[in-house]
């Protein structure tokens, strides 16, 4: 067994959730030096066609400054308001309707941005929409494995990996450098999510191609502050060949297309003799190669797994019976107004007023125009929770359910669009509609 290992499963939160801000810093990182790796997050997995990726960087900025920070604000600052990626589609789609583009323009950037974020929250609202996110400090002091099985399509994946890249790298370069010593591994799993499209004499998307830039750069950058990157892939041609020109250290198993293995020999000097035999390496054998040998070495790998009796499967049942930290924190700055949350969030709580309060806007969302016919029906939702729950009972405190519910349909019918209220109206609406006191 692993020390302390603990495990994430993005996507998949009646297990081990996991929530990330992509807005808040790491720890000691300031606004002015973390824009530039945030922009170049998004842009390793979306293509941003011009004038997307103006609008994107304005939106970007005009957030930030919105809510206090500066570009010397840090994350725990006493004067910034912390902000998500729901704060960030309301801000980027306010923008889009002020522009002075064509309406076939705007038609084609709320296609191209505000669809794609808003799918993010909506597949999955609990790893992206929230304020609070778990440190980048605390998957680098502990063995941590993401699981992303359970996140659909290769560009959320995409996302996800490249955000916490770029934070990892950050936080690792304001520590300092490491003298010398190896502090962190990162082990890149079917690599070709983030890092695959480009083969020699072909171009990819634009977004593959950032990917490809950030991580290169990523890795010369980190490697003299104690962190090593391993890419790991089924085959060679999955990733680009400048990832596999540029990583020292390569190790190939059996390979039998005649391509993969001119790949492999192309960048490690490889004899003919050596290279043929990349397709009769038997179980455990590989050939290895790093830039202080002349030439490869053929080695034997013991079977571990079967020395240390290592399982290829755990269940969710024990991964979610030895979850390290339950991550409990308030989701959103509405959560503020919810007395019955003071000891933090309940993720059963939450997911059930999630589906809630869209169900709810499916049966009213037509009806509410304006801020007057809102306050009216927020009054109105916990009897109709109250009868939800008669008629499937979820052994949830009810309170607390009709307040997280309001939250949540709030929420969603600002997302919508059909008008937009300020911080001070969103108070007083939640502080008048809330139930106060008791479960």
């Given at each position: 067994?692993?020390?302390?290992?603990?495990?994430?499963?993005?996507?998949?939160?009646?297990?081990?959730?996991?929530?990330?801000?992509?807005?808040?810093?790491?720890?000691?990182?300031?606004?002015?030096?973390?824009?530039?790796?945030?922009?170049?997050?998004?842009?390793?997995?979306?293509?941003?066609?011009?004038?997307?990726?103006?609008?994107f960087?304005?939106?970007?900025r005009?957030?930030?400054?919105?809510?206090?920070w500066?570009?010397?604000?840090?994350?725990?600052?006493?004067?910034?308001?912390?902000?998500g990626?729901?704060?960030?589609?309301?801000?980027?789609?306010?923008?889009?309707a002020?522009?002075?583009?064509?309406?076939?323009?705007?038609?084609?950037?709320?296609?191209?941005?505000?669809?794609?974020?808003?799918?993010?929250?909506?597949?999955?609202?609990?790893?992206?929409?929230?304020?609070?996110?778990?440190?980048?400090?605390?998957f680098?002091?502990?063995?941590?494995?993401?699981?992303?099985?359970?996140?659909?399509?290769?560009?959320?994946?995409?996302?996800?990996?490249?955000?916490?890249?770029?934070?990892?790298?950050?936080?690792?370069?304001?520590?300092?450098?490491?003298?010398?010593?190896?502090?962190?591994?990162?082990?890149?799993?079917?690599?070709?999510i983030?890092?695959?499209?480009?083969?020699?004499?072909?171009?990819?998307s634009?977004?593959?191609?950032?990917?490809?830039?950030?991580?290169?750069?990523?890795?010369?950058?980190?490697?003299?502050?104690?962190?090593?990157?391993?890419?790991?892939?089924?085959?060679?041609?999955q990733?680009?060949?400048?990832?596999?020109?540029?990583?020292?250290?390569?190790?190939?198993?059996r390979?039998?297309?005649?391509?993969?293995?001119?790949?492999?020999?192309?960048?490690?000097?490889?004899?003919?003799?050596?290279?043929?035999?990349?397709?009769?390496?038997?179980?455990?054998?590989?050939?290895?190669?790093?830039?202080?040998?002349?030439?490869?070495?053929?080695?034997?790998?013991?079977?571990?797994?079967?020395?240390?009796?290592?399982?290829?499967?755990v269940?969710?049942?024990e991964?979610?019976?030895?979850?390290?930290?339950?991550?409990?924190?308030?989701?959103?700055?509405?959560?503020?107004?919810?007395?019955?949350?003071?000891?933090?969030?309940?993720?059963?709580?939450?997911?059930?007023?999630?589906?809630?309060?869209?169900?709810?806007?499916?049966?009213?969302?037509?009806r509410?125009i304006?801020?007057?016919?809102?306050?009216?029906?927020m009054?109105?939702?916990?009897?109709?929770?109250?009868?939800?729950?008669?008629?499937?009972?979820?052994?949830?405190?009810?309170?607390?359910?009709?307040?997280?519910?309001?939250?949540?349909?709030?929420?969603?019918?600002?997302?919508?669009?059909?008008?937009?209220?300020d911080?001070?109206?969103?108070?007083?609406?939640?502080?008048?509609?809330?139930?106060?006191?008791?479960?």
């Amino acid at each position: 067994q692993v020390k302390d290992l603990q495990i994430f499963t993005p996507g998949n939160s009646g297990v081990s959730p996991l929530s990330i801000n992509p807005f808040a810093p790491p720890r000691g990182i300031t606004v002015e030096q973390y824009i530039p790796a945030l922009m170049d997050a998004f842009k390793a997995a979306f293509d941003m066609e011009s004038p997307l990726d103006v609008i994107f960087s304005s939106a970007v900025r005009k957030c930030y400054t919105k809510y206090g920070w500066k570009n010397t604000s840090k994350t725990g600052d006493a004067d910034v308001q912390p902000f998500g990626l729901y704060e960030f589609i309301l801000t980027f789609k306010e923008l889009v309707a002020s522009s002075a583009y064509s309406k076939d323009v705007r038609s084609n950037i709320e296609t191209g941005g505000t669809f794609r974020l808003m799918n993010l929250i909506q597949q999955n609202s609990t790893l992206y929409d929230t304020v609070n996110a778990v440190h980048i400090h605390d998957f680098l002091s502990r063995p941590t494995v993401l699981e992303l099985n359970a996140i659909s399509g290769d560009e959320q994946k995409a996302l996800l990996i490249a955000l916490l890249l770029i934070q990892i790298s950050l936080y690792i370069k304001s520590k300092g450098a490491s003298s010398g010593q190896l502090t962190n591994v990162i082990l890149l799993d079917e690599a070709h999510i983030l890092l695959g499209g480009n083969v020699d004499g072909q171009s990819g998307s634009k977004a593959k191609n950032s990917a490809v830039q950030l991580f290169q750069k990523m890795i010369a950058e980190i490697r003299s502050f104690g962190t090593s990157v391993i890419i790991a892939d089924q085959a060679p041609s999955q990733v680009t060949r400048s990832i596999v020109a540029n990583t020292d250290i390569k190790i190939a198993f059996r390979l039998v297309e005649r391509d993969e293995c001119e790949i492999i020999a192309n960048s490690t000097g490889m004899s003919n003799d050596y290279k043929e035999y990349l397709a009769r390496l038997q179980t455990g054998e590989a050939i290895a190669y790093y830039s202080r040998l002349v030439s490869p070495k053929i080695i034997s790998t013991p079977n571990f797994r079967e020395k240390e009796e290592i399982r290829l499967n755990v269940s969710n049942s024990e991964v979610k019976e030895h979850v390290i930290a339950s991550h409990s924190e308030k989701p959103f700055y509405e959560c503020k107004w919810c007395r019955q949350c003071k000891n933090g969030c309940a993720i059963k709580v939450r997911n059930q007023a999630d589906y809630y309060g869209g169900h709810i806007i499916i049966l009213l969302g037509n009806r509410i125009i304006d801020k007057e016919t809102l306050t009216k029906y927020m009054y109105k939702l916990h009897d109709l929770i109250i009868q939800y729950e008669k008629e499937d009972w979820h052994n949830l405190p009810l309170k607390v359910l009709c307040n997280c519910s309001k939250i949540h349909f709030l929420r969603k019918m600002l997302l919508e669009g059909k008008f937009s209220l300020d911080r001070r109206v969103i108070d007083k609406l939640l502080r008048d509609t809330l139930i106060l006191g008791g479960e």
